[in-house]
């Protein structure tokens, strides 16, 4: 048929990010480093779907262990799945990134997203707000660090590819505003890692402060010189 099932969709945010992760067969099976916390970026849904990226920094790269993605469910079965996977794998929780909406007090609950997640035994942690194309961008910026594990490639990888701008049939061009289909939501939770993650800072070592008395080194011979 000379067709490719993984070619990029028309409009695609993220068309040469993921043909750049497949050309580099960075998609595998693989495991974490024993011992590190593994983080969460979520993209929490009301009425919608709930998705949520598993990954690990390790150095300058991004290990992008795992993704839910649940829908018509609340925080706690969401919770619930997290730990028994962890538990499963042998995984310790680490951070859980969330948008910046999420301390928005919800109606009839009197808290806050944030403060039910603490509730929950849950570490929130608010992403820095910034405009949704600034989003984009930090993604793209972020996916060349990227390794994805292969259990991530039917929901998050397929999401990422599918994650386009909405088409405008009037003026038969897309629009700047993305498509919000079933793809969204695993997007967006992706951009809040991109917001969130940070590479860890060098630790330089601070010089020693010299005190007391310091006996100078002998001085250098002079070539021709005679020593006594």
């Known amino acids: 048929m000379l067709c490719s099932f993984n070619a990029s969709v028309l409009g695609a945010f993220y068309a040469l990010e993921m043909a750049t992760v497949r050309a580099e067969e960075r998609i595998l099976d693989f495991e974490p480093p ?103 961008n930090a993604a793209r910026r972020t996916l060349p660090l990227c390794v994805f594990h292969t259990r991530t490639e039917e929901l998050g990888i397929a999401a990422l590819e599918e994650y386009r701008r909405e088409w405008d049939d009037d003026k038969k061009t897309f629009k700047a505003s993305p498509l919000h289909n079933w793809a969204a939501h695993p997007a967006d939770a992706f951009r809040y890692l991109a917001q969130g993650y940070r590479p860890a800072p060098r630790l330089v070592a601070a010089t020693p402060r010299q005190e007391g008395w310091r006996i100078p080194p002998p001085a250098e011979r002079r070539r021709g010189s005679i020593r006594l």
């Open 34 to 136: 024993a011992g590190l916390p593994i983080d969460y970026a979520w993209d929490i849904g009301v009425r919608d779907d709930t998705a949520v990226w598993a990954f690990v920094a390790v150095g300058a790269q991004i290990l992008i262990l795992d993704i839910i993605v649940m829908n018509g469910v609340g925080v706690e079965m969401i919770r619930d799945e997290l730990f028994a996977r962890e538990q499963q794998r042998g995984w310790k929780h680490g951070t859980d990134y969330v948008p910046h909406d999420a301390k928005v007090l919800e109606w009839g609950a009197g808290r806050t997203r944030v403060e039910t997640m603490q509730i929950l035994g849950l570490k929130p942690m608010l992403v820095p707000q910034a405009g949704l194309l600034d989003g984009i």
